[in-house]
């Protein structure tokens, strides 16, 4: 029988055979789409053979070849970087089976359902620490029983089998997945949508984080308060470093704030755009000299000044920025989008909504934030609220051929990006097409718009991508490469705020 060196030889000398002779340049191109597909295929097994040959080795291997550890050991068999031998070793820690020390045989890995995904190839590296990233994070707050779950829906869900928390009216059990009856494509004897990207595990990884957090997103904004802070550090080369760490909803509005300026339909800013002044450094001076009494927890003042200001110096700038944020989003002289000023959109369910608890998300950040973080930006009076009932948008109804701004940011707060799977367009940024062509009598209602970026929206006729409305809800069926079945499904934006199935 061969030896695994000698089968891995065999397939390196075939991979010379295809990559002799200038053969891939020559392919038309149906054969080179099967090419890439069936190298996608080796890639990842490929990936495979490394993760679990180096998770399944013992501990001083990496000594036993003159290497200071794994790190070291992979860069140079694998002639790879820091970065690509640590995310080669994390995928390991993931599917690691120790070896048990009363009997001898290796036990359970962290994530045995995903590591079986992986020694099928269907993912990789990337689709590896897309799911388990999240889940490590939360998986302190659960029992191992919750984390195997959570690894099973996530391995169906790389596997094409769209699972999801069949929690339909109960806002109990949306927040405790075991009170949850998970169902998958199979079970609803569907055939299994085409497998997921890491991007997609990644945006299904955080959903599952919140649902398993018992305690909701409202103790780690309490804690995430504590920690927020904005630095500009001293002029150096000519430059000022700023660091810092900001709040979603800060983020959330900073994002929106860089989108208009960096909008590629958009000339961008004004001449000379936006400019800062410093003051001399005297002034500099005195401020280091505020700053460092702040965070000493000094104020310099006397006990009849005003109530002590228990911010750092640090948090002061965050706000003072939030503030600054919210006043630039608003100014006559910045760049639109979609015919309004840059527009924080936060997305609530209308139950939870009514109900008084879940989270909210915000396009521009994947934190889920706590219903009063909502509240309060709904309340500024810069932010346009639009409620959902059962994904459909719910009393807006205009009649004009170009959709207005008011319905952009709803298409915008209902779909979140490009409608085409895979496509991670800002939604904002995209054109808002007719599903029903307005010339054969479509409305320009949110029920019969879509967002599509320029170049989906410009090859929609000929790309094999079909878009319809079912009950105001849009459903897109992609090309027979991307899905043999071609089957109508509901598109999921990267970033969604509650579980759902297609």
Known sequence: MNSTEELLDRVVADLDLVLSAD?????????????????????????????????????DFSHSFGCRGQNELLQRVLRTDVAGATRVGKAGDAVRRQISVSSGERLEARFPALREAML???????????????????????????????????????????????TPGDADAAAEPEAAEPQTAESLDEPPEPPAT?????????????????????????????????????????LHAIRGNLLPDVAAQMQAVFDAQCNPKTDGPPKPGVQ???GDDGDRDSDVDRERADESGGTGAGEDDEPFDRRSAGQKRHDALAAALGIAARHEDMPTLGGASPTLIVHVDAKDLAAGRGWATMAGSEAPIPLHVAAHTACTGSIQRVLFDEGRIIGINVTDRVFTVHQRRAIVARDRECLIPGCHVPASWCEIHHVTEHSRGGPTHTDNGVPLCWWHHRSLDWSGWEIRMNGGIPEIRGPAWWDPHRRWRTPRPRVSGHLATA
Do not use: W
């Open 23 to 59: 053969v891939l340049a020559g392919l038309p191109d149906a054969e080179r789409m099967d090419v890439l597909r069936v190298a996608g295929d080796a890639f990842r097994r490929i990936e495979a053979v490394v993760v679990e040959t180096t998770a399944s080795a013992h501990p």
């Open 120 to 166: 099928d190839g269907v993912i990789g590296v990337a689709g590896m620490l897309a799911a388990v990233g999240p889940i490590d994070k939360a998986a302190h707050k659960v029992g191992r029983e919750t984390v195997l779950e959570a690894d099973a829906l996530l391995a169906a869900c790389a596997r094409g089998h769209r699972t999801f928390f069949d």
């Open 198 to 238: 890491p991007e997609d595990l990644r945006g299904y990884a955080h959903m599952i984080a919140a649902a398993m957090d018992p305690d909701g997103p409202e103790p780690s904004d309490r804690g995430a308060q504590n920690q927020r802070f904005f630095t500009i550090g001293r002029l150096r080369n000519g």
């Open 276 to 278: 800062f002044e410093d």
